[in-house]
């Protein structure tokens, strides 16, 4: 079965350090890879898009990783901040022709001051 | 541009009752959606449309019934309220292929 898995539930970390969050999926051939951001009780908003062609995708502080080969992607945030606290959730566009996210149960992120 | 909008932001139903919960976009995107979102199973696709006049189901339509009114418009109907139906609702949009953009979302209760 199709299955997305994000690293952890819950990931805590000293402020100014970098948080790795990682997207693990199986059994789907995504042409992009989507990552979002939502704060408690918002809708997730969105922070990068990778194509199934790209290496890897950088804006500002944030950094995308897209492997088709081990069919994982790593999200890491630079320079930590507690203002990052939230919860980050991938999602994969299969491009059934509707643009169809499937996204995965998300990490919390924790930056602590 | 207020972007996605929804309503009711919160709303308490008893078994059986039917309501209507309501999305409109102000950014002329074509594709609209309806996800659902539970503790530890993420966002799911309850239906969407890509265009106006068609819609789809996604991966959990049952129970659920859409309009897409018009092209900033669309609805998502209960006519029997679940339990199970106990959710955050989540409206989106975007043009194809790029990303979506989501409203606050609809807290619904059933009891």
């Known amino acids: 079965s199709q299955k997305i898995e994000q690293n952890s539930e819950a990931l805590n970390i000293q402020e100014g350090k970098t948080a790795t969050l990682t997207c693990n999926y199986t059994n789907y051939s995504p042409a992009y890879l989507q990552w979002y951001r939502q704060d408690p009780g918002r809708g997730p908003v969105f922070l990068l898009l990778?194509?199934?062609?790209?290496k890897e995708k950088r804006k500002e502080r944030l950094k995308v990783t897209f492997d088709t080969t081990l069919k994982q992607s790593l999200f890491h945030i630079t320079a930590s901040q507690p203002a990052d606290s939230a919860t980050y959730l991938c999602?994969?566009?299969?491009?059934?022709?509707?643009?169809?996210?499937?996204f995965g149960t998300g990490t919390r992120l924790t930056v602590i001051p | 541009n207020a972007g996605v909008t929804q309503t009711p932001k919160f709303q308490v139903l008893k078994t059986g009752q039917s309501m209507t919960l309501q999305c409109a976009q102000d950014m002329n995107h074509n594709s609209m959606y309806w996800y659902r979102q539970d503790p530890g199973m993420g966002l799911r696709l309850i239906y969407y449309s890509a265009s106006e006049g068609t819609t789809d189901k996604g991966e959990v339509p049952n129970g659920y019934n859409v309009s897409r009114l018009n092209k900033r418009e669309f609805s998502l109907r209960l006519e029997s309220a679940a339990p199970s139906q106990t959710s955050v609702y989540f409206c989106a949009s975007n043009r194809q292929i790029y990303e979506q953009y989501f409203g606050p979302g609809t807290r619904l209760t059933v009891t």
């Open positions: 990778i194509r199934e062609n790209e």
């Open positions: 999602a994969l566009d299969i491009q059934t022709g509707a643009n169809n996210l499937f």
